[in-house]
T-cell receptor
């Protein structure tokens, strides 16, 4: 089983619909992240969470919200989806105690491809 | 704006040749990391170099870091067709080391 699991893997929806992307991890990491990937733009950070009670906005948080339901679960919501939110979304985790190196290695899920029509 | 800018955007080489990708960044960093992404898949961590390090090796990978120029390079030696992928640099800023900012990536094609 994958260490970082994203659901759904693919989703097509219509403008104005509410969408939730879910991420769960079995790595026991405290930090979780949501990124979106667009062709030619690399990965951009949407939200990140350093523990269950800590949620932070990233570079492009407008139009998105998140919930850290437990250490192992971090969900991303689009309250009213719009076409320019069509992208590949990645969840990632990291361990703040990893080798005592801050900003250590990220472990990624396989991605959730979202299409908003 | 993106912290990391990568060059070139695309690179095509023959199997056995070396591939060099460059990354420039804007602010002070704690460390810089390189990741690989096979088409449509999740990113996989390759190597991390700290701000006080100048060079690091891992198998056929060699990473250099020049903090005075705010740049890094990734060298893949003796490339293989299986190295075909996109490669991304990511920086952890000194002021917020828990947040990684990614560049746009370099797409590498290795022809057999």
């Amino acid at each position: 089983d994958a260490d970082v699991t994203q659901t759904p893997r693919n989703r097509i929806t219509k403008t104005g619909k509410r969408i939730m992307l879910e991420c769960s991890q079995t790595k026991g990491h405290d930090r979780m992240y949501w990124y979106r990937q667009d062709p030619g733009l690399g990965l951009r950070l949407i939200y990140y969470s350093f523990d269950v009670k800590d949620i932070n906005k990233g570079e492009i948080s407008d139009g998105y919200s998140v919930s850290r339901q437990a250490q192992a679960k971090f969900s991303l919501s689009l309250e009213s989806a719009i076409p320019n939110q069509t992208a590949l979304y990645f969840c990632a985790t990291s361990d703040s105690q990893q080798g005592r190196i801050p900003g250590g290695e990220l472990f990624f899920g396989e991605g959730s491809r979202l299409t908003v029509l | 704006s993106q912290q990391g800018e990568e060059d070139p955007q695309a690179l095509s080489i023959q199997e056995g040749e070396n591939a060099t990708m460059n990354c420039s960044y804007k602010t002070s960093i704690n460390n810089l990391q390189w990741y690989r992404q096979n088409s449509g898949r999740g990113l996989v961590h390759l190597i991390l170099i700290r701000s006080n390090e100048r060079e690091k090796h891992s198998g056929r990978l060699r990473v250099t870091l020049d903090t005075s120029k705010k740049s890094s390079s990734l060298l893949i030696t003796a490339s293989r067709a299986a190295d075909t992928a996109s490669y991304f640099c990511a920086t952890a800023r000194s002021s917020n080391t828990g947040k990684l900012i990614f560049g746009q990536g370099t797409t590498l094609q290795v022809k057999p």
